[in-house]
């Protein structure tokens, strides 16, 4: 592949078995995102979205079809070493934040470096870099519960840069934030960005969407359209 291309997916298939029924998800996906884009993902709800990106950040495994990322085959490896990838290369901003509640805004941001294996000085000095970058830096010693919705999205946005990944998946990053707070969010995404980064972002608000560079349509598990943003 060129190697611009950090995702590479080809005729990608989800199947999940519940036992009684068996519910087709993703009916063949072929997607490439290269380096820099900032894609936005959209479609209806059960349109099979969440899966894509469970898929895209190596926390699930496709049922067949090609999966590379970064130019590792993906498909068909290990638990074990679908978690290494993971923490390797990608970085994860949910909608309901998962931030651990008991401690501060510095030690959430901190955590994947701890796993990382970064030393105590490393991860003080880069977590507190990375909150000031996103607005932070007078709240290092917050806890979540003493942030507001759109405060504790930046740390978790700080978070999933911890590890310098190659792309950044959000998952409905705005679903739980006022319309100021989400257009924040999603200003915050614009700059990393410009600055570089490759970022994946499943979003329900079209308003959002077209502030990317691409907007990828999913619908019932097949993508159905693909155009330029307004980014
Ligand atoms: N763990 C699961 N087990 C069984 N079915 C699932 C599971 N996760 C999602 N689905 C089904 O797969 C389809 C796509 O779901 P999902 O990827 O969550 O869509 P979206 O994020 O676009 O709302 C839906 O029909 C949903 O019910
Ligand atoms: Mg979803």
Avoid at 58 to 75: F, I, K, Q
Avoid at 114 to 138: I, Q
Avoid at 149 to 178: C, W
Wanted: glycine residues 10%.
């Amino acid at each position: 592949m060129a190697n611009d291309t950090i995702i590479k997916m080809a005729e990608v298939r989800k199947v999940y078995d519940t036992g009684k029924v068996k519910v087709e998800a993703l009916k063949g996906i072929d997607l490439d995102v290269k380096k820099g884009e900032m894609v936005a993902i959209v479609g209806p709800s059960g349109s099979g979205k969440s899966t894509l990106m469970n898929l895209l950040g190596c926390l699930d495994t496709a049922s067949s079809g090609v999966y590379e990322l970064g130019g590792e085959n993906v498909a068909g490896v290990s638990r074990d070493q679908l978690a290494e990838i993971r923490n390797r290369r990608v970085g994860f901003v949910f909608q309901n934040f998962n931030l651990l509640p008991h401690i501060s805004a510095q030690e959430n941001v901190e955590m994947p470096m701890l796993f990382g294996g970064k030393s105590p000085k490393e991860r003080r000095a880069r977590a507190a870099e990375l909150l000031t970058r996103v607005g932070l830096g007078e709240r290092l010693d917050h806890k979540p519960t003493e942030l507001s919705g759109g405060q504790m999205q930046r740390v978790a946005i700080a978070r999933s840069l911890a590890m310098d990944p190659d792309i950044v998946l959000a998952d409905e990053p705005t679903g739980n934030l006022d319309s100021t707070s989400g257009s924040d969010i999603m200003s915050i995404f614009t700059d990393l960005w410009k600055q570089g980064r490759t970022l994946v972002i499943i979003t329900h608000d079209p308003a959002l969407a077209k502030r990317a560079s691409r907007v990828v349509e999913v619908r019932d598990g097949r993508i159905t359209a693909d155009h330029a943003g307004a980014a």
